[in-house]
């Protein structure tokens, strides 16, 4: 049955097919979009506050938490380390020479005590409204105003080259597999996350020690930053010190080829 309206006069010819407007479908689109969003929000949340649900830990929240953790951990593996060593001791069957070499090795390995003469470096990032200092030098970029691991190293390895014969990162000894690393603003060391300011401490003779990190063209460059956007930077000498010795495991991890 023809309508007037579609087909003027006695022409006979089908009526036009009504168009769908690309509007239209768009729309439904979103709807339905929606709708699975809610129906997959409702699913996931399984009638819990998937906003504020405790057990959704931030990421950051875990690592400190897992921090906490190795803190304790590296705690009772060096008391159970000392136990042990105790028990050793009583009577090994070794002799007073082989002894003597162990406790060499061993202070070499930095699994020991160390008391000596000390200083401390510490480091810190530069207020965040931190504006350039000096004339010529750009504003800072965020970048400019945090420590970086390159900084960290620097130090390290210029205590390293001055003649310590002991470095603790923190309340970390570090031993020759040890590694500095930041990961954003924070250190990742040896299991363990320690945020600014950070604090190296080394044992040794302590105008040799400054005199290595005044040669470091590393800390040079460093230098330049504390002195126009402010990056923190303090020696001080300590007097006599004792680094703990280190309490993590010694065991090389690796990776192995698949047979």
Known sequence: ?????????????????????????????VFALAGLIFFTSFNTAKGTNIRTDSSLLKLSDLIHERSRENGERDESNGALRAEIEALAERDNG??????????????????????????????????????????????????????????????VNALWQGGAQGIKVMDQRLISTSAVRCVGNTLILQGRVYSPPYKITAVGDPEKLKKAM?????????????????????????????????????????????D
């Open 94 to 155: 070794s002799t007073k020479a082989e002894d003597d070499k162990l406790a060499a090795l061993e202070k070499r390995a930095g699994t020991q005590k160390l008391r000596g003469e000390g200083l401390t470096v510490t480091l810190n990032d530069a207020p965040p409204d931190a504006r350039a200092k000096l004339p010529g030098y750009p504003e800072p970029q965020p970048d400019y105003l945090v420590i970086h691991q390159q900084d960290l190293q620097a130090v």
């Open 214 to 258: 005044t040669a470091s063209p590393a800390i040079r460059n460093y230098m330049v930053y504390v002195n126009v956007y402010g990056l923190g930077w303090k020696v001080t000498d300590d007097g006599p010190v004792t680094l703990p010795g280190y309490s993590g495991t010694v065991d090389l991890h690796y990776a192995k080829p698949i």
């Open 1 to 29: 049955m023809s309508n007037s309206a579609d087909s003027p006069g006695t022409d006979a010819s089908p009526a036009p097919r009504r168009r769908v407007r690309p509007v239209r479908v768009l729309t439904a689109g």
